[in-house]
């Protein structure tokens, strides 16, 4: 327990909401990007307009969805993307991976687009 506190790892949770109900609740923030790229296409959120919104959003400092082809080896040493997994959205036609490089520094940034363009999605943090 003592080393748990003396470490810097951020360890916050988070809960996400569609319209109002809960979707996720207690996820850790490498997960953020997958779940909400999940809500919106299981709510039926996902159009031509957010798709673009996503595709193009580099708040966790890599590009959300990237192909397979698109990913640097770096990207796929690193672990930003779960490559060796089934891609997690298909759209026209296309496979994506979402990006899993989430830090304290950039998280809000990815909070700020989705509260700024989807109302209907809420992403809080619960706990530290």
Not at 28 to 46: C, F, M, N, P, Q
Request: hydrophobic share 30%.
């Amino acid at each position: 327990r003592e080393s748990r506190e003396a470490s810097s790892k951020d360890r916050s949770t988070y809960s996400l909401r569609v319209n109002g109900t809960t979707y996720q609740e207690g996820f850790k923030k490498s997960d953020i990007g997958y779940l909400t790229v999940r809500a919106i296409e299981e709510h039926g959120l996902l159009d031509k307009r957010v798709f673009e919104l996503l595709r193009n959003d580099h708040s966790s400092s890599f590009r959300l969805l990237k192909t397979l082809d698109e990913m640097t080896d770096t990207e796929r040493k690193y672990g930003k993307y779960r490559f060796r997994k089934t891609p997690e959205l298909k759209y026209e036609g296309e496979e994506y991976f979402v990006a899993r490089n989430w830090g304290v520094n950039n998280i809000q940034r990815f909070l700020d687009v989705i509260d700024n363009n989807l109302p209907q999605i809420v992403i809080e943090k619960i706990a530290d």
